[in-house]
């Protein structure tokens, strides 16, 4: 019996579960009947080109904006005012008040709710020890962040939603964000993050939606997603040592710059035949596909560009 439970996939209930979601401004359909679903303790990603309707579908479930039709539920009933409760967001520009401290910034947003993270506890998980006292003006990119985090967190939500979190900031600052979103989960937080950095929700996200044209036009984790779609792995050759002495329609390479990628899905057959060809091999790189492979296949569009 025992043994029988163990094989019953553990199933989790949703805690937001958006269905037929439907947003029509004058003239333009922004979201277009998207439905996925939010389990709890899990970070979320929304992903998309420019236009694709992922701050309309927030904004709607942020209760910014008033969906056209569709459903939204939140712990199983529709979402509305507890919802609204227990949500944090961090937004990609908050205008803070001039001339006050990271301090007193804090102070005044836990003002605004009935119950509030102690400031101690809010300092140490955001990492704003050493900026206790500066001008909310001299922040660096970073520290901003992190400010604007513990600013989301402020009421102790349940839910957070991270709009770009990590946009402009350095590689370093950046991982430090990570690091401090990693924790916010580890506590049972659930987290809804919108990023175009398809590293970032690879390295964060239990789960990604791609969304289209309005549209989710993929769902799963990241990793799922890529054992779905492909199959096959990258060779990566500077297009100057890429010059093969013979015809090998097997040797199709797509230029990309000063680079060139070959697919292959038997590595060995692969550098088999490159070396029949003739083609050195010393810069050779060999890399898996990656969320910014998919999204390109799915989307037609390339994020890092
Ligand atoms: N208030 C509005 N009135 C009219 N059209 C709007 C409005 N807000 C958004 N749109 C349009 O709806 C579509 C979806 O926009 P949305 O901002 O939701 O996309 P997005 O995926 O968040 O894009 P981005 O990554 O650029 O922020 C776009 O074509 C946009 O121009």
Redesign the pocket.
Known sequence: MASLSRRIPLIVPALIEVRNLV?Q???????DGASFSIRKGTCFGLL????????????ILEGI?SPTSGELFYQGEPLGRRFRDEAGIMFQSTSLQEHITVREALKLFARLYPRSVPLKDLVASCSLEDILDRDTHKLSGGQRQRLLLAIALVNDPEVLFLD?PTTGLDPQARRRLWDLVRDIKQRGKTVLL?T?YMEEAYVLCDEIAI?DH?RIIAEGSPKALLAEHFHDVVLDLPAEDFHPDREDPELTALHCGDRVELLSSDVNDTIRRLIDAGVPLGRLQIRERTLDDLFLELTGKDLRK
Do not use: D, L, Q, S
């Open positions: 947003k401004f004058r003239g333009v359909r922004a979201v998309g080109p420019n236009g694709a309707g992922k701050t309309t579908t927030i904004e904006t770009e919108t175009h969304m309005g």
